[in-house]
């Protein structure tokens, strides 16, 4: 399975904007998706937004809708998300995750099941 490797993540002031990479070393199957996660302090992991590797289609939380834009390049096997407007509440280490996962948004952590070793990301007010 793909080792999944996540980078961009750093500290950010309230407004500002990261771009998260998800980058696998190695082969994901057009049947699969891949979704990225987030997990506060004390709070569950949670989907924010997911890619289905075949058609592109998307799925955002609601928090993040219209701020973050996820985006895949099949032929590097990496995924993005380019996070804009952020804010303290975005704060949280961020995950990536394959799953075969037929919707985008099925963006629960259940149905993943290859997970990298996340990034943190850090917004100050």
């Known amino acids: 399975e793909a080792q999944l490797v996540e980078s961009g993540g750093g500290l950010v002031q309230a407004g500002g904007s990261l771009r998260l990479s998800c980058a696998a070393s190695?082969?994901?199957?057009?049947?699969?998706?891949i979704g990225w996660f987030r997990q506060a302090p004390e709070k569950e992991r949670e989907g924010v937004s997911c890619?289905?590797?075949?058609?592109?289609?998307?799925y955002y939380a609601v928090s993040v809708k219209g701020r973050f834009t996820i985006s895949r390049d099949n032929t590097k096997n990496t995924v993005y998300l380019q996070m804009n407007s952020l804010k303290p509440e975005d704060t949280a280490v961020y995950y990536c995750?394959?799953?075969?996962?037929?919707?985008?948004?099925?963006?629960?952590?259940?149905?993943?099941?290859?997970w990298g070793q996340g990034t943190q990301v850090t917004v100050s007010s």
């Open positions: 995750a394959t799953g075969a996962v037929g919707t985008a948004s099925s963006c629960h952590r259940a149905v993943y099941i290859n």
């Open positions: 890619i289905r590797m075949s058609d592109g289609s998307t």
């Open positions: 190695g082969f994901i199957r057009d049947d699969e998706a």
